[in-house]
């Protein structure tokens, strides 16, 4: 299933909302430096979707806050 999502890192409250056009907005408290907040955002999606988080995969959007996950 692929999906699309919006980070929103340094976020003070850490987050998922469903927006009208079946986007998810993340919010993390991580900052976009090294990939954390990537790797949060991961975190995040494993557990609302409750996957291991070896099961989603990044497949663009490395640096930009519209991303695509590919979760299995």
Excluded: C, W
């Excluded at 909302?17 to 998810?24: A, C, G, N, P, Q």
């Excluded at 430096?33 to 995969?57: C, D, P, R, T």
């Amino acid at each position: 299933m692929r999906i699309t999502v919006i980070a929103h890192p340094n976020s003070r409250q850490p987050r998922i909302e469903k927006d009208l056009l079946d986007d998810l907005h993340v919010y993390v408290s991580e900052p976009p430096l090294e990939g954390k907040a990537n790797e949060a955002v991961i975190k995040a999606l494993a557990k609302y979707f409750q996957v291991n988080k070896s099961n989603i995969a990044l497949l663009s959007g490395h640096k930009a806050k519209k991303k695509v996950f590919e979760i299995e």
